[in-house]
C-alpha cells in the first residue's frame, strides 16, 4: 500500500468535493483539521495514516454538504478501495466518520484513539477566533441571523431540532461551541482546547457589551 500516494489522491479528492463550499466547512478547513490532527497523534500516539485519511475525508459523508451520511460514507468506501487502502482500516476510517459528528451532541463516544484524535482537531476548528468566524459563515450560509433576543438558545435537543430548527449565530455559540472544551477526549486536546474557549468567552461579552445588554 503507498501511503503517501494514497495522501495525495485523497487530498485532490477531498479539495475537489470542498470547493465551492461558503459555510465553512471549506478545503482550508479541512487542512487546518489535518494539520491539527497530525499534531494531536504527535502528542499522543495512534496511527498517523489513519488520523491523516480520516481527517482529510472527515467532512465528505456530511449531509450539510451533501445528499445524506450514507451516500458520502459509501463514496469514502469505495475511493479507499478502489486506491487499495486495505479493508480493516477503511473500517477504521469508517467507523471515524460515522461517529465523530456533534449531531446536537446526541453520538456515541468515540471508541478509537485515531477517532478520539480527528473528533478533538475537528472541534478545535470550530471554536477560537476561527470557530467564531466559521459560526457567521454557517449562519449566514443557512440564512440565519446574527442575534435575535427573541430566539433563546436551545437545549438538549434532538438531532432534528439540532439540524433543522430556527437559530442565531449567537445561539450557536451556546447550542454546541461552549460545549466543546469539556467535550475533548485527549490530554493534548484539551491544553489546546482552553484558550480557544476563553477567547470566544471574551468575545460573546464584549458583543453583548456593545448590543448595550
Request: aromatic share 10%; no cysteine; hydrophobic share 35%.
Amino acid at each position: 500500500m503507498d501511503k503517501e500516494n494514497i495522501i495525495k489522491k485523497t487530498k485532490d479528492f477531498v479539495q475537489e468535493h470542498h470547493q465551492h463550499d461558503y459555510s465553512g466547512h471549506d478545503w482550508s478547513h479541512i487542512m487546518r483539521v489535518t494539520y491539527i490532527a497530525k499534531s494531536i497523534s504527535y502528542h499522543e500516539g495512534g496511527n498517523p495514516f489513519v488520523v491523516e485519511i480520516a481527517a482529510l475525508m472527515h467532512d465528505v459523508p456530511d449531509e450539510k454538504l451533501g445528499s445524506s451520511e450514507a451516500e458520502g460514507l459509501e463514496k469514502v468506501d469505495h475511493f479507499l478501495k478502489k486506491n487499495g487502502v486495505e479493508d480493516r482500516i477503511i473500517r477504521d476510517i469508517h467507523h471515524i466518520l460515522s461517529t465523530m459528528s456533534f449531531k446536537g451532541g446526541n453520538r456515541e463516544p468515540m471508541n478509537t484513539l485515531e477517532g478520539e484524535i480527528v473528533q478533538d482537531a475537528d472541534r478545535l476548528d470550530a471554536i477560537g477566533a476561527i470557530g467564531i468566524a466559521r459560526a457567521f459563515a454557517y449562519s449566514g450560509a443557512k440564512g440565519q441571523p446574527i442575534y435575535d433576543p427573541n430566539l433563546s438558545p436551545r437545549d438538549h435537543m434532538t438531532y432534528e431540532e439540532y439540524r433543522y430548527g430556527k437559530s442565531t449565530a449567537i445561539n450557536h455559540f451556546y447550542e454546541k461551541l461552549l460545549k466543546l472544551k469539556d467535550g475533548m477526549n485527549t490530554k493534548y486536546g484539551k491544553k489546546l482546547a482552553e484558550e480557544r474557549h476563553q477567547f470566544m468567552v471574551k468575545y460573546l461579552e464584549q458583543f453583548f457589551a456593545e448590543q448595550g445588554m
